[in-house]
């Protein structure tokens, strides 16, 4: 049984991720994307918290790894970089998993850094509302 966590699988959890990341890239883009520094600061604040909870997801995903190959409940297609070697495998990925709790928990630190600096910003420049009512234009 897969377990579902509001009504979503891990998979689909971490599918709808990437696609907000996917999105926040695109409207950052965007000259409208980012109106005033608070939306600056909101944005990278969220991307901070999403650091800081990926080392515990790579650490679960590292012990369910584990726990299948210790119970022999794990093994990679022919044809592939590890084919017949699930243990390789685990240990690659444990690897790889390790490294990346390590990374995101310096980019939490980057991220909130960042944040902070701006936490307590305020736009000076004209209201961006009026341009686009075209208030002011003459």
Known sequence: ??????????????????????AINHITGWPAG??????????????????AMLPQACKQIT????????AEQIGIDRGTKWAGNPAGAVLAA?????????????????LHEAAEAVAYGHYTGPDPDD????????
């Open 1 to 22: 049984m897969t377990a579902l966590f509001d009504g979503r699988t891990a998979a689909e959890h971490a599918e709808a991720a990437a696609a907000a990341v996917r």
């Open 94 to 110: 444990r690897a790889g998993l390790a490294c990346a709790g390590v990374t995101a928990q310096q980019l939490y630190a980057a």
């Open 34 to 51: 980012l109106s005033y520094p608070c939306d600056a600061y909101a944005v990278v604040e969220r991307l901070a918290a999403v650091a």
């Open 63 to 70: 012990r369910t790894l584990a726990r299948w190959h210790a």
């Open 131 to 138: 341009a686009a009512r075209g208030v002011g234009a003459g």
